[in-house]
């Protein structure tokens, strides 16, 4: 067992990313079923800024604690094991798991309230002590800095082309996935998308990112600025068929666009709300009307349990699929790293660099 040791810790009010503070506090030595982890790399998702400038509302069952350290999703090495743990030894590499009661099935509020960097302390921190399940082995051919984006970013993606097939029983191959934006969880459904021989169809607002989306198997882009009717380019590239999975990760501006190009059957994997979460009156559509017209299948995603995330580094694994990462930055720089993501600027993930 390890001695009592200090962490270095960045911290939230959930009054915005200027104003996180570093910190220092005293590590909890790990219980009889737990790991005590040493942190080597944090990756950053759209929602561990939204919590900390204090605009994650709509899950009700996520209620933060006090000084909440952020961020779910990280890599790290294991630096003691308490008595009774038998999966794990000091040395191993592992990543969190950002739900960490959520181990198999469907999402429940109980999950969400067990949630790491949300609900609970999160892993923007030095040390961490993990229950022994709640972890997953870090796959080998990974870097840190690659590995640590595959919890939210790579298992929402698994979960939106896979989560309706049982589990063991991936699919994809033949049908269009339209992938909205070239953030984190697009960027892995790209990569995801392609390994599973489907045909991908990518939309940003740059066309840089979208050449970079080219150059990673994108089959079709669409410049959603310059082509503000996008869903009418959905329907010509698909020959009026339209795309059998979406990741609607736009929301408010995007969700109606995505009801007009979604094939007959289709799935729209609400995903997101990167254009607002309120619908404007003029955008409002009647959901009834535009689902059966097209015999759709609109699913409220969040995130997947443990056993699809192993499924979905396994397939990673077998496929080398690495998590595109824009730019790291060092552990002192969290407010510059959070800040660059919120702007909007990157293509795929950010990450921060907390064991340098
Ligand atoms: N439900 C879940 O389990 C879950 C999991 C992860 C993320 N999310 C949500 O999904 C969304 C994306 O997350 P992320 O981590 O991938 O975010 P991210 O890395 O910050 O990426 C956001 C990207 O969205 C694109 N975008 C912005 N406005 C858009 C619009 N009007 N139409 C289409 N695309 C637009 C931009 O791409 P371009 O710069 O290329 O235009 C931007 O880079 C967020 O709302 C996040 O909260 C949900």
Redesign the pocket.
């Known amino acids: 067992m390890a001695s009592e040791r200090k962490t270095r810790q960045w911290e939230t009010d959930l009054d915005g990313i200027q104003k996180l503070r570093f910190a220092e506090s005293i590590v909890r030595l790990p219980a009889s079923d737990e790991i005590l982890v040493k942190v080597a790399a944090v990756s950053l ?3 561990d800024a ?1 919590i900390i400038n204090g605009l994650f509302k709509h899950h009700k069952s996520m209620v933060a604690v006090p000084n909440l350290v952020p961020c779910s999703d990280s890599c790290g090495q294991v630096v003691a094991v308490g008595d009774a743990v038998t999966k794990w030894k000091v040395g191993d590499r592992i990543l969190s798991v950002s739900y960490p009661t959520y181990l198999t099935g469907p999402q429940h509020p109980k999950y969400l309230r067990t949630s790491i960097g949300s609900a609970n302390h999160g892993c923007l921190t030095e040390y961490r002590t993990f229950k022994e399940t709640a972890v997953v082995a870090c796959p080998s051919y990974l870097t840190n800095e690659e590995a640590c984006n595959m919890q ?2 790579g298992t ?1 993606a698994w979960m939106a082309i896979n989560g309706m097939r049982p589990l063991g029983q991936p699919g994809g191959k033949g049908e269009t996935i339209l992938l ?7 960027i892995m459904g790209l990569l995801i998308g392609k390994a599973s021989g489907a045909e991908t169809i990518l ?4 066309d840089e ?1 979208l050449q970079r989306g080219k150059d990673l198997g994108a089959d079709h882009l669409i410049n ?1 600025r310059k082509t503000p009717n996008w869903d009418e380019e959905v329907l010509r590239l698909t020959s009026g068929k339209g795309a059998d999975i979406i990741f609607e ?3 408010a ?2 969700t109606p666009k995505s009801f007009n190009c979604v094939a007959f059957g289709g799935l729209i994997n609400a ?5 607002g979460k309120i619908d404007p009156p003029d955008e409002r559509l009647n959901i009834n009307v535009s689902a059966l017209s097209r015999n759709m299948t609109i699913k409220g ?3 997947g349990p443990r056993d699809r995330f192993q499924e979905m580094l396994d397939f990673c694994a077998k496929h080398e699929i690495r998590p595109v990462v824009d730019k790291t930055f060092p552990f002192e720089q969290a407010r510059e790293a959070l800040q660059y ?1 919120w702007d ?1 600027a ?2 795929g ?1 950010v990450v921060i660099n907390v064991a340098q």
Request: proline share 0%; charged share 10%.
């Open positions: 998702n759209y929602k939204e939210v970013a929402t909205q934006g070239t953030g984190g969880v697009s939309t940003s607002s740059s990112k959603y990760n736009g929301g501006l995007t995903i997101g709300y990167v254009s995603l969040i995130n993501m909007g990157h293509f993930k």
